[in-house]
């Protein structure tokens, strides 16, 4: 079973920056692949962000050059370091690990960020 707790969500105002973290816990996931997903009011969740166990990175083409995803294997951490916020980037922020081998899938509760003047 794998547990992931998110933190670092917030309220800033547009142009300015947080990072979320995403902390898994448990057994059984050594080889894994980890996103951030985000939902906003009324709509579907949507990736944000991903990065596979080998490290490549892929990104929405509206946060392309403002995000950046990155793993801490040691510590089983994944980051989103969000620069340049914008009032469209509110949501809930969810962290996914998905096993590469068996393909289960797990989320964590979601961390509210907003951006507003």
Known sequence: QVQLVESGGGLVQPGE???LSCAASGSGFSLNNMAWYRQAPGNERELVASISSGGSTNY???V????????D???RTVYLQMNSLKPEDTAVYYC???LVF?????WGQGTQVTVSS
């Open 64 to 71: 392309k050059g403002r995000f950046t995803i990155s793993r």
């Open 96 to 98: 996914n690990l998905q």
């Open 102 to 106: 068996s393909g289960r899938s797990y």
């Open 17 to 19: 920056s947080l990072r």
């Open 60 to 62: 929405a083409d509206s």
């Open 73 to 75: 294997y040691a510590k």
